[in-house]
C-alpha cells in the first residue's frame, strides 16, 4: 500500500509530474500554490464542506476544470493513514460509477486530494440537505443512481485485484454529476482484500446505520459488509428516510426496524418517498425492495454478491420468481444505537461519519459553481 505514497513523498512540493497509476488512469501532483490559487486562498466562500478530517474547497484549475480539493487539517498517523490508502485505491480503480483522483499535494506540512467537482454534489444532499426541495429526484434518477452505485461496487468487489471492500457505503458517498450519474466516492476506510481471503476481522469503521451488523459488533469485514450498507442505501433510495431516525422520547429506530412490517404485509406503496408523489414504476419498486431485503440479511453468506444485485435490479432472470418480502435482519444493540450521532439535528455525526469528500456539504450549500461560473456550461464527470 505504500509504494504509491511513499513514491509522492519523494519529490519536492513545487514539481508538477504526471504519473501513470496501475489502472492506466492519468493524474498529477498538485503544487500547494496551484491549489490556493485555485481555491481562491481556500476562502470561506469556496467552502463546500467541512467535517473531522478537514475541509473540501471548490476550485477551478488553471487550465479551466473544475476541482473539489479535500484539505486534511491533521498530521496524525490515522489521517496519514487514511490519505495513503485512499491515494493508493484511488490510484487502482477505473470506473465510471467510481470518483476518479484527479491528482494530489504533498508538502511537508500538508496534505491534499483532488477530484472533479461534481455540479449535484451528494445523494444525502438530495435527499435530506438543503438541495433537496430543489431539483426533485425522480424515479428515474433514483433507479438510475441505484443500478450506477451498484456497478461501482461490483467493480471494486470483482474486477480489481486485490479486491477492495469500500467499508463506508452510505448517502454522503454517492456523489451526482451534471447527468445525475453517482459516482461512488471516499476510500479513506477501503480495505484491500488479498486472493483467496474472505474475510477478516479489524477495527470498525464507517457509519452506523448502514454497518452490517457483524462488522458493527464484531470487527468482521467481508464483501457481505457492502452489499449491507448498499441494500440500506436503496432503502434510503426508495423510501426518502435515513437509516436512524430519532423518535419524540429519544428512541432512535433504524429504517430496516420502519420497514420490515410494511413489507411483510407487501403494503409496498406505504414505503416510497412521498415526494414521489405516487410517480413510480410499481414492478420496479417490487424487485427494488427484494433486492434491497436480500442484501440487509443478518447472515452474511445468505447475501447475493453485488454482481447479483446489479442483475437483478436491471431485471434480469426476475420473472417468475417469487420476490423476497422478509429482511430477516437483526437490530444493533442498544449501546451502539447510544453513540449514534447521525439521526440528530447535526447531519454530519462525529468527526469519524463525516469523512466524505462532499460529506458535509449539505450544512454549508454554498454553491461556487453558480457564484463564479454563471455562463459557464462545461462538461464535468
Known amino acids: 500500500m505504500g509504494s504509491t505514497f511513499s513514491c509522492c513523498g519523494s519529490h519536492k512540493e513545487d514539481e508538477v509530474v504526471s ?95 483532488v477530484y472533479d467537482y461534481m455540479p449535484n454534489l451528494s445523494l444525502l444532499s438530495r435527499l435530506h440537505g438543503q438541495c433537496a426541495g430543489e431539483v426533485q429526484l425522480d424515479w428515474r434518477k433514483r433507479m438510475k443512481i441505484a443500478i450506477g452505485s451498484a456497478e461501482g461496487i461490483s467493480y471494486l468487489h470483482h474486477e480489481v485485484t486485490p479486491h477492495i471492500i ?62 449491507y450498507s448498499f441494500g440500506i442505501l436503496l432503502l434510503e433510495l426508495l423510501t426518502g428516510r435515513k437509516p436512524i431516525e430519532k423518535l419524540p422520547g429519544g428512541v432512535k429506530r433504524t429504517i430496516t426496524e420502519w420497514a420490515e412490517p410494511l413489507i411483510a404485509k407487501e403494503r409496498f406503496k406505504d414505503l416510497v418517498d412521498p415526494r414521489l408523489r405516487g410517480s413510480f414504476d410499481e414492478n420496479q419498486l417490487k424487485k427494488a425492495i427484494s433486492v434491497a431485503c436480500l442484501c440487509v440479511q443478518s447472515e452474511p453468506e445468505k447475501r447475493p454478491s453485488m454482481k447479483e444485485v446489479v442483475y437483478m435490479l436491471k431485471g434480469y432472470g426476475s420473472e417468475g420468481k417469487a420476490l423476497q418480502t422478509r429482511m430477516n435482519s437483526i437490530k444493533y444493540k442498544d449501546e451502539l444505537l447510544a453513540l449514534d450521532q447521525t439521526s440528530d439535528d447535526d447531519d454530519d455525526g462525529g468527526p469519524d461519519e463525516s469523512y466524505g469528500v462532499f460529506g458535509a456539504m449539505e450544512s454549508e450549500m454554498q454553491d461556487p459553481y453558480n457564484r463564479y461560473a454563471k455562463g459557464n456550461n462545461a462538461k464535468h464527470g
Not at 481555491?39 to 487550465?63: H, I, M, P, Q
Open 19 to 113: 504519473v501513470v497509476t496501475p489502472g492506466n488512469s492519468t493524474w498529477r501532483m498538485f503544487t500547494y500554490k496551484e491549489l490556493h490559487s485555485a481555491t481562491n486562498g481556500f476562502s470561506d466562500d469556496n467552502k463546500l464542506g467541512e467535517g473531522g478530517f478537514g475541509s473540501v474547497y471548490w476550485g477551478k484549475a488553471s487550465d479551466g476544470l473544475q476541482i473539489a480539493v479535500k484539505k486534511l487539517k491533521s498530521m496524525t498517523s490515522k489521517a496519514e493513514m487514511e490519505f495513503a490508502v485512499e491515494v493508493e485505491v484511488l490510484g487502482r480503480v477505473r470506473h465510471k460509477n467510481l470518483l476518479g483522483l484527479r491528482g494530489y499535494c504533498v508538502g511537508t506540512d500538508q496534505r491534499l486530494i
Open 166 to 227: 469500500h467499508r463506508d457505503i452510505k448517502a454522503s458517498n454517492v456523489l451526482l454529476d451534471s447527468d445525475y450519474e453517482p459516482l461512488v466516492a471516499d476510500f479513506g476506510f477501503a480495505k484491500l482484500i488479498p486472493e483467496g481471503v474472505s474475510h477478516m476481522t479489524t477495527r470498525v469503521k464507517g457509519t452506523l446505520g448502514y454497518l452490517a451488523p457483524e462488522y458493527a459488533m464484531w470487527g468482521k469485514v467481508s464483501d457481505g459488509c457492502d452489499v
